[in-house]
């Protein structure tokens, strides 16, 4: 299937938050390609990556990264598509440091910002499949189906501590 969303990481040690992303795109149904691409150390892939994402038929990118988190601004400032950017929670700062580098562009090239971590990447896949889904009626339905068993989990088990 021709991946509508392209998700891209800094280091393999995003890995670890970013493949909540992946695997709540894979439960949607949602056709995605994972790649590690690098705002610093591959600064040429990365270029190429998001001035050809619209060519290749991708939708939306989601990025993540840690620490001097430049990877979602500077996909977001070579390409139109919309760029999802995921907070890695880095060591030193907690995540604070990835969080404040990719909320804060500047007026002009916007960067959507999920929250750090976990969270964020399985947020920012949902949010793809909600800016997909108007036009996709599988996705629509895959998103309500999760949200519906989401809601039927809670519901299920109101008693605290009965997990
Ligand atoms: C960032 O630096 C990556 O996104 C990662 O979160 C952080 C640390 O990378 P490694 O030193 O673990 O490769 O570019």
Same mark, same amino acid.
């Given at each position: ?49 998001? !001035? ?5 038929? /991708?939708? +939306?990118?989601? =990025? %993540? #990264?840690?620490? *001097? @988190?430049? $990877? ?34 500047? !007026? ?5 910002? /999920?929250? +750090?971590?976990? =969270? %964020? #990447?399985?947020? *920012? @896949?949902? $949010? ?36």
């Amino acid at each position: 299937m021709q991946p509508l969303v392209g998700v891209i990481m800094g280091s393999q040690s995003d890995w670890e938050t970013m493949e909540h992303c992946c695997s709540t795109l894979e439960s949607l149904g949602i056709a995605f390609e994972a790649k590690v691409v690098s705002a610093h150390r591959t600064p040429d892939l990365l270029f190429d990556y998001a !001035a050809t994402a619209f060519d290749r038929g /991708l939708q +939306i990118i989601i =990025a %993540g #990264a840690g620490g *001097a @988190a430049h $990877l979602p601004g500077m996909c977001a400032a070579k390409t139109h598509l919309p760029v999802l950017g995921v907070p890695v929670q880095s060591k030193a700062l907690n995540g604070m440091d990835s969080l404040l580098s990719i909320v804060q562009m500047p !007026a002009g090239i916007p960067t959507g910002t /999920l929250a +750090i971590g976990r =969270a %964020g #990447a399985i947020n *920012a @896949a949902l $949010l793809a499949a909600s800016m997909l889904s108007n036009q996709d009626a599988e996705i629509r339905q895959a998103l309500l189906a999760y949200r519906a068993a989401q809601t039927e989990r809670v519901l299920a088990q109101p008693n605290p501590g009965q997990e």
